[in-house]
């Protein structure tokens, strides 16, 4: 964030935030979306092409019959907040998701330190997983989507897919992580605190698994506002 003379960047700030963690590169962006609100959208190429390299983690894109190996991510909408540590970006679904939104269902709060939370009754392919997760002195957090584990280390409240990639910070706000999931056929899409942290990933799932588990080691912690939304695919099948 800063000013660009159209020769030099100036930041207004010291050192570098990044917010969006994943296998995604080639981005672009525009601002002339035809409802005319000047947002700034941004899209994003995804590398899917791990399989051969990491088998357990991603799909066979040739057994499961995909006619593909890489994909756009979902539309995202870039906007800026100020906060306690200076200006931020927040990056979140566009509005449009609302079109394939169809039903839903709602889940009453539970103490995930004592038993593990789950959600088995719902067999979506396609879905939006909202939930609020206040800590209350957890050591561990663990949180799965149909067997795939979300990479989240509540020790440095940051997430990774794995031990070599980059390490991008998710820190609670008023000791909550505030989620919101896009479960895709291949892809995870996990927006932290309202976008203030994307971690976007491959994904292999296994339908017999929950849709959604989530549990803590410590503490007295407690999942809310928890909500799930089907999903129907863009290209109406």
């Known amino acids: 964030i800063g000013d660009f003379d159209g020769h030099q960047f100036k930041p207004d700030h010291?050192?570098?935030?990044?917010?969006?963690?994943?296998?995604?590169?080639?981005?672009?962006?525009?601002?002339?979306?035809?409802?005319?609100?000047?947002?700034?959208?941004?899209?994003?190429?995804?590398?899917?092409?791990?399989?051969?390299?990491?088998?357990?983690?991603?799909?066979?894109?040739?057994?499961?019959?995909?006619?593909?190996?890489?994909?756009?991510?979902?539309?995202?909408?870039?906007?800026?907040?100020?906060?306690?540590?200076?200006?931020?970006?927040?990056?979140?679904?566009?509005?449009?998701?609302?079109?394939i939104q169809g039903e839903s269902r709602s889940y009453r709060s539970k103490n995930i330190s004592k038993k593990k939370f789950e959600i088995n009754d719902i067999s979506w392919e396609l879905a939006e997983?909202?939930?609020?997760?206040?800590?209350?002195?957890?050591?561990?957090?663990?949180?799965?989507?149909?067997?795939?584990?979300?990479?989240?280390?509540?020790?440095?409240?940051?997430?990774?897919?794995?031990?070599?990639?980059?390490?991008?910070?998710?820190?609670?706000?008023?000791?909550?992580?505030?989620?919101?999931?896009l479960v895709d056929r291949t892809i995870m899409d996990v927006f932290y605190n309202d976008g203030r942290t994307v971690h976007m990933m491959n994904a292999k799932y296994d339908m017999d698994k929950p849709l959604f588990e989530c549990f803590a080691d410590g503490g007295k912690t407690k999942i809310s506002n928890i909500k799930v939304i089907q999903l129907n695919s863009i290209w109406g099948n």
Not at 66 to 94: H, K, M, Y
């Open 14 to 99: 010291n050192g570098t935030y990044k917010n969006v963690a994943g296998p995604v590169y080639a981005t672009q962006s525009f601002a002339n979306s035809p409802d005319g609100e000047r947002r700034r959208v941004h899209i994003a190429w995804f590398r899917t092409d791990w399989g051969s390299r990491q088998g357990a983690e991603l799909p066979d894109w040739k057994d499961a019959g995909l006619p593909f190996r890489q994909a756009f991510s979902f539309p995202l909408e870039l906007t800026l907040i100020t906060t306690n540590n200076g200006i931020r970006l927040l990056t979140n679904p566009v509005k449009e998701i609302t079109a």
């Open 129 to 181: 997983i909202n939930c609020t997760i206040k800590l209350n002195g957890a050591k561990n957090l663990t949180m799965k989507v149909r067997g795939k584990k979300i990479p989240y280390d509540l020790e440095t409240n940051k997430v990774s897919q794995r031990d070599r990639d980059e390490k991008i910070l998710a820190a609670p706000i008023n000791d909550r992580i505030k989620l919101r999931i």
